[in-house]
Each structure stands twice: as C-alpha cells, then as structure tokens.
C-alpha cells in the first residue's frame, strides 16, 4: 500500500559497530550524571560566591589582630586571607551595631584623624557649645558606619512642628465711621510705623509706637476720603478724595503740600513709586503723577472698562498692577499708556493684588463675590500659574517679606483672614473675628503684623508672620490682651 514505510533492500539488519555504541553509552552517561561531569577543556563555575578580603585594608580601622594570632605569634594565613578577614569583618560589624564596648575594640578613626582623635573625645565629653533637644536615638545613628553626615543628599535634621499663629488679635482700635465699601483703600501703614486711616471725612494718624492719635486733616462736609497711601520713604501720605482730587500731605508737619486734579469721580486707589504717584478712579482712568514736576499728571492709562479699584507697583518699580470693576487685571510698564498685559480670568471685580517680594514677575490677584479666587501669574513669561478657590470674596492680598507667605483678606460670607504658605497654598492660620467684610488691610514696616479693618468699624491688629531674624523659627509673639483704644 501507497502508505506503508519503504522496505529496506535486505532483511537482515546488521548491528552497528562497536565505536557506536561506545559513543552512544558515553553520551548517556553524561547525560545521566550531568551535575558530576567534569570537562577537562572549560573551568568550572559554581552558583556560591565567596568574596576574598585579602584585599580589603582593614587597617584603616585599627584594628587589632585576633588573640589568638597575638599570643602565638603565628601570622594569618596568606593564601587567600580568610581567616583573618572574617574575623576583623566580625569585630566591625559589632562596633558599628553595638558599640565599641561590646566588641572591645576602639571606635574606628580614619588615618588623617588619628592624631587628633584623643582631643576630639575630651571635648565631646566636657558637652561645650551644644544644645539638645532630642533625648531619642536618632534613626540614621543606626548607620553601620555611625556617620549621619557621609549620607548626601539627606537632610537629618528633626521635623519641624508647623509655625503657631494667634488666633486673637492682639489689639482692637474702635473705628467709628470706617465705610463698608469694597472698592475703596482706607487704611496703610508707613515705613515709619504710623497708621493713615480714613474715617468719614478726616484722616487720623496712629502711632504704633506711642499709641499716639492725630488727626491729619478733615476734607469738609462736601467731600469724602477714599483712600490714604504712604510714599515708600519718608512722611508723605497721598489721600484721594470723593471729588476726584489727590492731595499730598506732610504728616511730620500735619501740612498739606498740593492739591492735584484729572479724575473727574472718586479716587479709590493709590499707589506709590518712588516720586511718581499712580491714582485710579470711579472714572475707569489712571493718572501718573510726579510730584516734583509743576502739572497735576504727566500721563494717563486707559484701559479699564469701569471703575479702578486696586493699584500696586511691583519692588522694583517697573510694572504696575492694576484691577478693575470689569473683572480685568492689567500690567502697565513705566513708560505705557497702554496695557501691555491683559488677564481676563476673573469673574468679579479685582481689588486685591499682591506682587511678590520673593520671585521677580510673581503677581497675585484676587476676585469679588462671583469670583472667590486668588489667581498666581508670571508676569515675566505672560503665563497663569495656578488658582485657589477660597470659597468667599477676597478683598486684600499682602504678601509677607520675611516668608514666602501671603495673607487674604474676605468678605461674604465668612469674613476670615486666612494666612497662606507659598506655593503649596496651605492653610497656616484662619482668623475671625469681624463680623463685616475685612474691606481693609495693611502689613507694618518690620513685616510682623498686619492690621486689618472692617465695616464693623474695628481695626484689629494680628501677628501672623516671624520676625526677619527667625524665618524659620516659631513665632514668639503672642497675643496681648486685648485692650480696645478709640482712635479719634
């Protein structure tokens, strides 16, 4: 059949040869016992590893030799040092988890300490200089080498408990008659740590120092204060009028130097750099002003769509920050009458506005009712950063000098403070205790200590930053009592 094997030409199978079977048994052999087969051509590897510390310079650790090698005299075998060099790995290993005492040996020293080693211990032991804190054992002093420091890139140092911020004010000044209006700036604080506020149609002066009280000057039943700033240096306090007028005082003097126009409506923001003096009014206009040159202004900025309620000029004098009613944050530079950054992200109206002392070209601006978020731009690169819904209206941003923190003031409906860590945007502190929108805000000269101000006709002063001496220590000020002053 077309399926059946082929059938060999003969019959009869003749048996292979001899060398064949010889050939054959031999490889079935090795194959049976594979694992004892040696082949005289290769070298053998084993899958133990013995590691050979005749190398290793074990002296560097002084080391002594074993007892039994001392008394005898007899040297550690020189084949392959095994002996000696477990025995020297041994006394090393219980120095380094137990202790010199328990292995009876000294702690090792490098060579280029030896001689100093001895006075090294003596003034360990005499505890100069030294505070401690910390009586448990430190995790990394179970380094098998006992050296924290040789461990780079870790920092060993114990974790610091979060900053405490008072939750009191320490001070409260009755205020009668502070207006409970968001788009006006009536209360800052000098470089010579006296306080402007605006009450009806007086400014008054508060000193923190004396506690002393002096009212500034009083603007007459026809017009209104609106806003108060501080030139950065010096006694000179700008205040913005209900009539659309800027005013410059002398405080030292209690003498008003000039009087200056353009607005047409209210002015409800100022901001000072160096000589210049940026105003922003009810009539949506900015006004640039040089106090030493003989016109009221030397330009004017147009851009906003409706009133100016916020103005700030970053520390290095060369951008200004601006925000409006018409939920609009704008950048100016020194020398434009035009925006040359536009930021339409709000969706209420932008009084807060904060540049950071720490990052050049860092802004924070913050939005009304609708909006309820404190935004971070680069003003360098044009771009938005992040954003933080704080869940009410935010009225006031200030950032600190001496941390890289910020403040916010707000408004409906929980008028809290809250104290905030950059860039994490965690929560350090929230403050209460007006019971109106916190409309105003100030930070005093050394950077400690803001006051705020409310509708409640209160101002309440707070300590919620460290001294610039102690940035990364606790704050030590506490809460005073909480005395109640009448400022005027």
Request: charge should be positive; glycine fraction near 6%; charged fraction near 20%.
């Amino acid at each position: 059949m077309d399926d059946q094997l082929p059938r060999s030409s003969s019959s009869t199978v003749s048996p292979p040869p001899a060398s064949s079977l010889t050939f054959n048994k031999c490889h079935v052999d090795r194959m049976i016992n594979s694992s004892h087969y040696c082949s005289p051509s290769r070298t053998i590897y084993s899958d133990r590893f013995i590691p050979s510390r005749s190398a290793s310079k074990f002296a560097l650790f002084d080391i002594p030799a074993s007892p039994t090698s001392a008394a005898s005299g007899v040297s550690p075998p020189a084949a392959d040092g095994r002996e000696d060099s477990s025995s020297a790995y041994t006394m090393l290993l219980k120095t380094a988890l137990f202790g010199p005492d328990a292995a009876g040996v000294p702690v090792p020293v490098t060579p280029e300490k030896r001689s100093s080693s001895a006075s090294v211990m003596t003034i360990s032991s005499r505890n100069i200089f030294r505070y401690k804190t910390e009586t448990r054992q430190s995790f990394h002093s179970l380094s098998p080498f006992m050296c924290d420091d040789a461990v780079p890139g870790v920092n060993h140092s114990p974790v610091k408990a979060p900053r405490k911020v008072p939750r009191s004010p320490y001070k409260v000044l009755d205020a009668p008659a502070l207006q409970d209006d968001f788009y006006l700036n009536l209360v800052d604080w000098s470089s010579h740590n006296v306080l402007a506020v605006g009450l009806g149609n007086c400014v008054y002066l508060w000193n923190a120092c004396s506690s002393k009280v002096t009212k500034l000057c009083d603007l007459g039943i026809d017009d209104c204060v609106c806003s108060v700033g501080w030139a950065q240096r010096g006694t000179h306090l700008a205040v913005g009028t209900s009539n659309g007028k800027v005013q410059i005082w002398d405080a030292a003097r209690c003498k008003k130097i000039r009087s200056m126009e353009g607005h047409r409506l209210r002015v409800g923001a100022l901001a000072w750099s160096s000589s210049l003096l940026s105003s922003g009014g009810r009539d949506k206009n900015i006004y640039q002003r040089d106090i030493r040159a003989q016109e009221d202004f030397v330009s004017k900025l147009s851009g906003h769509k409706s009133e100016v309620c916020g103005l700030k000029w970053s520390y290095d004098n060369r951008e200004l920050a601006s925000g409006g009613n018409d939920n609009r944050l704008f950048v100016w530079n020194q020398h434009s009458t035009q925006p040359v950054l536009k930021y339409c992200e709000h969706t209420a109206a932008v009084k807060a506005i904060a540049w950071s002392p720490h990052i050049h070209g860092l802004l924070a601006s913050g939005g009304g009712t609708a909006d309820r978020c404190i935004r971070f731009w680069n003003t360098t690169t044009n771009s938005h950063l992040s954003c933080m819904d704080t869940g009410s209206q935010v009225c006031n941003l200030v950032w600190s000098k001496n941390v890289n923190e910020l403040v916010s003031t707000h408004g409906y409906s929980q008028n809290q403070i809250i104290v905030w860590r950059y860039p994490t945007m965690s929560k350090l502190a929230t403050l209460t205790g007006h019971t109106y929108r916190v409309l105003y805000l100030a930070i005093s000269p050394d950077g400690q200590t803001i006051v705020t101000g409310a509708g409640d006709e209160t101002l309440r002063f707070w300590n919620v930053f460290p001294s610039p001496k102690s940035q990364n220590t606790e704050s030590e000020i506490g809460a005073s009592s909480l005395g109640r002053t009448i400022i005027r």
